[in-house]
C-alpha cells in the first residue's frame, strides 16, 4: 500500500469494534441497552440512562450533514497540499453525530443539512476509515 | 444565606500582558498577586486563601496551588485548590472565595491565573529546527485528527457555521463584534492593539484560520498573569482601593451538545446571579462578555436576553456596542484585541471600570457591572455582578 501521511487514528480497546466493521467496509455504532440511544464514539456508559450494557450495531450510514468547517491552517503535514478543506459533522439516521469527510464536493458547495450516506477509505492494512459521500 | 454584597473585590494585579518573556506560567502568576496585593494595599502575611486556575502551560496541575504557594512562600493557608471549568474558571474561582470568605473558612483569597504558552521568536537555527510557537493550541485526539481537524478554533467554528444556517448571521455580523472592540482597545493602553485601528475592510481582508471564522474573529494568545484580592465588604472598605462589590453571582453548566441549542449556559447563571444581586438587565451598565471568539460575545449577548435567540447579529451590526453606543461591552478591548487570560480578562475590566480608572475608555457613571465566563465548547459558564456601591 502507498505511503500514507496524515495522522491514522490507534485502535484503542473500546474502538476496535468500529474499526473491524469499517475494515469489512460496514459503519456501526454504539447502542446502549438500557434505553436503545444510539452513540459514537464509544463510551463506557450512557449519559442517557447510566446503563455499561451497550452492543455495536450495523447503522443504515445515511445522514445529513449537520455542520461543517473550513481548515486553512496547516496543522499537520499530512494536510498541507489539501488547505483549505473542509470537515464536516454528519448527524447519521440514528441520531448519533460523527465528525467525518465529506468527498466529492468542493468546501464551498457543502450545504448543511445535504443528504450523505458512508463511504470508506483504506489507509493502512489495519486501518479503514469512514467517510460520506452525497446520497 | 444571601451572600450579596457581603464581599469584594480589593485587589488588582495585571502584569505586562502578550508577547512578554519576564516570567514562566509560574513566575507570572507570583507578580500578577504581588501586584494585587500592593494594589489593595496589603501584605503578603495577610493572605489565608489561594485559589489558581491554570493556564495550558500548567500542564495537568494537578497539585498547581500547591506549586504556586511554594513558589510565594505562603504558610497557614486556609484555603488552597485549582479551579477549572475551562473559560467559566474566573468567575466560578471568585464565587468560590466569596462563598469560603462568607462562611468564615477564610478572611483573604487570591484568584489567580496565569499562562505562558508563547516562546520568544525563533533564532535561524531553530526555525530550521522547526521551532517556534505555531500550533500551540493545536491540538486533537483520534479520529478528529485522521480527518483533519484540530484545535478548539474547528470547534467552535462548527456551532457558528450551524448558528449562520440557521439565523443568517453573517461574517460581517461577526466582524462587527470584532471591530468594535478593537475600537475599545485603540482606548487602552494594556491592550496588545493599544494603538493598531481596524476597519470593516480589515476584518474582511484578514485570513481565515478555519471558516466561517478570520483571524479577526480569534481571542490573542498571551502570556500574562493576572490575579484579584477577594475579602469581605466590610474589611475592603478599609483597603487603599474602593470596593468593588460582588453583587451576585451564578454558574450554569449545560454540557452536552452546543451544535444542537446554539445556546451557552448564561440562562441558568445569570438568574442565579441576577436574582442575588437583586437587579434586572436593564441595571447593567458595562457588560465584559467572555470572547474566546465574537460569536460567543454575539451567543451571549442572545443567552442573557439582549436580544432574542438568533438575533444577535442584526443586535450588534449598528455599532451600539462599541465606544459611544447604547451597550457597552467588553471595554477594555477584550480577548480579542487587548489580551487573553481567560476569564480574568472581563474580570479585570469590569474592576477598572467600576474603580473609574478606564482613562479614555471609561464608561460614564458605570456602576454595575455583568461579568461572564464561558467554556468547554459553550459547557461550562459562570456569571457575576459586580458594583461600585453594595
Known amino acids: 500500500m502507498a505511503e500514507y501521511g496524515k495522522p491514522v487514528p490507534a485502535i484503542t480497546p473500546e474502538m476496535r469494534p468500529f474499526f473491524a466493521a469499517a475494515k469489512r467496509h460496514q459503519l456501526v455504532v454504539q447502542r446502549c441497552c438500557g434505553c436503545g440511544t444510539h452513540r459514537f464514539p464509544a463510551r463506557e456508559l450512557c449519559s442517557n440512562c447510566w446503563s455499561r450494557e451497550a452492543e455495536w450495531v450495523a447503522v443504515s450510514g445515511t445522514g445529513e450533514i449537520f455542520s461543517f468547517n473550513v481548515m486553512h491552517q496547516v496543522y499537520h503535514p499530512g494536510f498541507a497540499a489539501e488547505v483549505p478543506y473542509a470537515v464536516v459533522a454528519v448527524k447519521l439516521k440514528e441520531g448519533a453525530k460523527m465528525t467525518s469527510s465529506l468527498v466529492g464536493v468542493k468546501p464551498h458547495d457543502i450545504r448543511i443539512g445535504m443528504p450523505v450516506r458512508v463511504v470508506f477509505e483504506d489507509l493502512t492494512d489495519e486501518v479503514t476509515l469512514p467517510k460520506f459521500a452525497p446520497a | ?390
Open chain 2, 1 to 390: 444565606m444571601n451572600l450579596r454584597s457581603q464581599t469584594a473585590i480589593a485587589g488588582l494585579g495585571i502584569t505586562k500582558q502578550g508577547k512578554v518573556y519576564d516570567y514562566n506560567h509560574v513566575g507570572f502568576a507570583v507578580e500578577a498577586v504581588r501586584l494585587a496585593l500592593a494594589d489593595a494595599g496589603l501584605r503578603r502575611e495577610d493572605l489565608d486563601g489561594l485559589l489558581l486556575n491554570p493556564g495550558l502551560s500548567w500542564g495537568e496541575a494537578a497539585m498547581g496551588s500547591f506549586q504556586l504557594q511554594q513558589a510565594m512562600g505562603l504558610r497557614d493557608l486556609r484555603l488552597s485548590s485549582v479551579m477549572n471549568a475551562g473559560g467559566a474558571s474566573a468567575a466560578a474561582m471568585i464565587q468560590h472565595a466569596a462563598q469560603a470568605i462568607a462562611a468564615g473558612v477564610c478572611t483573604t483569597v487570591a484568584c489567580v491565573f496565569s499562562d505562558a504558552p508563547l516562546k520568544p521568536p525563533a533564532t535561524k537555527a531553530e526555525k530550521k529546527d522547526g521551532g517556534g510557537s505555531a500550533g500551540a493550541y493545536g491540538f486533537a485526539r483520534g479520529l478528529d485528527a485522521a480527518y483533519g481537524q484540530f484545535g478548539v478554533n474547528a470547534l467552535y467554528a462548527l456551532v457558528a457555521q450551524r448558528h449562520m444556517h440557521l439565523y443568517g448571521t453573517t461574517n460581517d455580523h461577526l466582524g462587527a463584534i470584532a471591530v468594535a472592540q478593537r475600537q475599545w482597545a485603540n482606548k487602552n493602553p494594556q491592550a496588545q492593539f493599544y494603538d493598531t485601528p481596524m476597519t470593516i475592510e480589515d476584518y474582511r481582508r484578514s485570513r481565515w484560520v478555519v471558516e466561517p471564522f478570520h483571524l479577526f474573529d480569534c481571542c490573542l494568545v498571551s502570556n500574562g498573569g493576572l490575579a484579584v484580592i477577594v475579602t469581605a465588604a466590610e474589611r475592603a472598605r478599609d483597603l487603599k482601593k474602593p470596593p468593588v462589590y460582588i453583587r451576585g453571582m451564578g454558574q450554569g453548566h449545560p454540557g452536552g451538545d452546543p451544535g444542537e441549542t446554539l445556546a451557552s449556559g448564561a440562562v441558568l447563571a445569570k438568574a442565579t446571579a441576577f436574582t442575588m444581586a437583586g437587579i434586572a438587565l436593564s441595571d447593567i451598565d458595562v457588560v465584559e462578555l467572555y470572547d474566546c471568539y465574537t460569536f460567543t460575545v454575539l451567543v451571549c449577548l442572545e443567552d442573557y436576553g439582549f436580544c432574542k435567540k438568533g438575533e444577535g447579529g442584526p443586535f450588534v451590526a449598528d455599532g451600539k456596542i462599541a465606544p459611544g453606543g447604547s451597550l457597552p461591552v467588553n471595554t477594555g478591548g477584550g480577548q480579542l484585541s487587548s489580551f487573553y487570560m481567560w476569564g480574568m480578562t472581563p474580570v479585570s475590566e469590569a474592576v477598572i471600570q467600576l474603580r473609574g480608572d478606564g482613562g479614555a475608555r471609561q464608561v460614564p457613571g458605570a456602576g454595575v457591572a455583568l461579568v461572564s465566563g464561558n467554556g468547554g465548547i459553550l459547557s461550562t459558564h459562570s456569571t457575576l455582578v459586580l458594583a461600585g456601591a453594595p
